[in-house]
């Protein structure tokens, strides 16, 4: 999470100006009729929003103006699929907003590196895996999830690097070319939450995963090399 003291004006602009839309986008795509006629849908997207936003105050705030903490929207969007695991992020940045813990004019930036970018490769990922339509439910708990939340958490810290370069507000670190050797830090605990998470949801409640193919993976039978 990126604070207003290291970001230009022109930035947080410009990252309202995408951030919007996509808000947008979301509301307009996501299933209103299914969720509201649904009180199980609706104990899921409201327990996660408040599982995610829990998920956030755990955080290191460094005095730089930066903070980190693990993503979870891997998790999420596997959960509620995309536009209502957008929405969902925006809750859970209401909320960190009126704890204090996050900046309105920052909003825009964050909402983008924080939910944006890793709904995006998770969808994308879950899209692959679903046109290879694969029978072995471990293929899916591998790419869309482990595999999914580490490279989110790559491509948002990557571009959060080069925003904060480009902005040049923020002071880099001297040490920046060490930087890779502590990426291992940042991606793989990322990957492994999500990665169990998504797990245990396969394992003991398959149902609540939107984008999980339950007629494929549990109802026909499978081998260890995918023959029936």
């Known amino acids: 999470m990126i604070g207003t003291e ?21 509301v307009w795509r996501s299933p209103w009729i299914e969720l509201f006629s649904d009180a199980r849908r609706q104990h899921l997207f409201f327990g996660t929003v408040f599982a995610l936003f829990l998920l956030w105050l755990m955080r290191r705030d ?4 930066v903070s980190y903490h693990l993503l979870g929207m891997t998790a999420v969007t596997l959960l509620l699929d995309w536009p209502l695991a957008i929405i969902g992020g925006l809750f859970a ?3 960190m907003l009126a704890m204090g813990r996050q900046d309105l004019a920052s ?20 899209l692959i895996v679903e046109r290879a339509q694969p029978k072995n439910p471990f293929t899916y708990i591998f790419c869309s999830g482990f595999f999914a939340a580490g490279l989110a ?76």
């Open 6 to 26: 290291v970001l230009t004006p022109q930035t947080m602009t410009l990252a309202w100006l995408l951030y919007v839309p996509l808000l947008l986008w979301a």
């Open 62 to 65: 460094f005095e730089t103006g």
């Open 93 to 95: 940045q209401l909320g």
């Open 107 to 126: 909003i825009g930036v964050n909402g983008l590196l924080l939910i944006a970018i890793p709904v995006l490769i998770t969808e994308a990922c879950s």
């Open 153 to 228: 958490a790559l491509t948002c810290l990557m571009v959060a690097m080069a925003l904060l370069w480009y902005d040049g507000l923020f002071a880099m670190p001297e040490w920046l070319g060490d930087f890779v050797g502590y990426l291992w830090l940042i991606i793989f605990p990322e990957a492994f939450i999500n990665g169990m998470i998504v797990t245990a949801l396969v394992v003991f409640c398959p149902e609540w995963l939107e984008t999980f193919n339950r007629t494929r993976y549990l109802s026909e039978p499978w081998t260890a090399d995918g023959d029936k």
